[in-house]
C-alpha cells in the first residue's frame, strides 16, 4: 500500500503526468494482451499475420486474425480514464472511449480501415465483408501500424512531446518489448513508474514498480486521490 500512497503523491506533486500503456491495460476489458500465455502470439508468429508480408503473401489468413480482433472489441467494455495525456501501443480505442484527452495511439486503430495500394479510407464493415478498395480493387485493412511499417509521426512526436515535458511517466501494462516504443521511458526528464502485471526487462530503470493489475491498482490509487 505504500508504493501506492508514494504514487499517489507525486502524481498530486506532479504538474505533467503522461501513462504510456500497452495490451495490459485492456485484458481486464476483455481483450487478450499479446505475449502473455492467453495473448494473440502466444501461439501464433506475429509475422504471419500482423505484418505488410503477410497482408500481401496471404489475406485470408491476415483478414481472418484482424476480423477476430476487430469482433472482439464488440464483447469487451473500456475502461474508466484517470490519467491526462496518454502514449498507447494499443489499438482499441478505449482510451478515447474512456474519454481521455491527447491521447498518441502510436501503432495505429483497428476501429479505421484503409486501401493498402490507394490509401483511401473505408469502413470497418467493408473490411469484414470482404470488399476490396471501392476506388482501385486494393486490398483493405486495418490502420494498425503491421511489422516493417514505421510508427505514424504524428502520434510519435505528439507522445515524444508529452514524455519530454513530463514531471511523471506511468507506464501501465507492456512488456516494453517492441522498439521504438520500449526506448521512451528512457527519454523523459522525470520520474518513471511501472505499473505492469509480471516484472519486465527494464524494470530495475523505474523509480516505482508496482506489480499487479491494472484495473485494481487503478481503481486504489483513485481512492487516494
Ligand atoms: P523492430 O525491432 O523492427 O524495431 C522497429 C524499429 O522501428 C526501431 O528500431 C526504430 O528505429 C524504428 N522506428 C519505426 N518507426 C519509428 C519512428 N516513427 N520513429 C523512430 N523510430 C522508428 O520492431 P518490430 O517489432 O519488428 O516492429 C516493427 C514495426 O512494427 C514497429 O514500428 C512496431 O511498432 C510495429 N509492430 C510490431 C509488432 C510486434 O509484435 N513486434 C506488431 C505490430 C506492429
Ligand atoms: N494489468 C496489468 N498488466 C497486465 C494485465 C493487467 N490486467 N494483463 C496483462 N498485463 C501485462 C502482461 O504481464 C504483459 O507484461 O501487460 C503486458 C502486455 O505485454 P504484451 O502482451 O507484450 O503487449 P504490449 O507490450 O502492448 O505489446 C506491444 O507488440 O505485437 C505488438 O503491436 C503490438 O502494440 C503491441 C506491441
Not at 501461439?43 to 472482439?72: C, G, K, M, W
Not at 495500394?117 to 476490396?132: I, K, N, P, W, Y
Not at 504524428?154 to 507492456?174: F, H, I, K, P, Y
Not at 513508474?193 to 499487479?212: A, C, I, K
Request: with cysteine; glycine share 8%.
Amino acid at each position: 500500500m505504500s508504493d501506492l500512497l508514494t504514487l499517489a503523491r507525486w502524481i498530486k506533486e506532479s504538474r505533467y503526468t503522461v501513462a504510456l500503456t500497452g495490451a495490459g491495460m485492456s485484458t481486464e476489458s476483455g481483450l487478450p494482451d499479446f505475449r502473455s500465455p492467453s495473448g494473440w502470439w502466444h501461439n501464433i508468429d506475429p509475422r504471419t499475420v500482423a505484418s505488410v508480408e503477410a497482408l500481401e503473401a496471404d489475406y485470408p489468413l491476415f483478414h481472418q486474425f484482424y476480423s477476430a480482433r476487430i469482433r472482439a472489441l464488440a464483447d469487451s467494455k473500456p475502461h474508466r480514464g484517470l490519467l491526462q495525456g496518454v502514449a498507447t501501443q494499443n489499438v482499441d480505442g478505449f482510451h478515447q472511449q474512456a474519454n481521455q484527452q491527447r491521447v498518441h495511439e502510436l501503432h495505429g486503430s483497428i476501429r479505421k480501415v484503409r486501401c493498402h495500394s490507394c490509401e483511401r479510407q473505408a469502413d470497418v464493415e467493408s473490411f469484414l465483408t470482404g470488399q476490396a478498395c471501392p476506388a482501385c480493387a486494393g486490398r483493405l485493412r486495418p490502420g494498425v501500424v503491421l511489422f516493417g511499417e514505421t510508427l505514424p509521426e504524428g502520434a510519435w512526436s505528439q507522445a515524444l512531446t508529452d514524455l519530454r515535458s513530463a514531471e511523471l511517466t506511468v507506464v501501465v501494462g507492456t512488456s516494453l518489448q517492441v522498439y521504438p516504443v520500449a526506448q521512451l521511458p528512457s527519454m523523459t526528464p522525470g520520474r518513471v513508474v511501472m505499473l505492469n502485471l509480471e516484472r519486465t526487462e527494464q524494470d530495475e530503470r523505474f523509480d516505482l514498480v508496482l506489480s499487479g493489475k491494472a484495473g485494481e491498482l487503478l481503481q486504489q490509487l483513485n481512492s487516494l486521490l
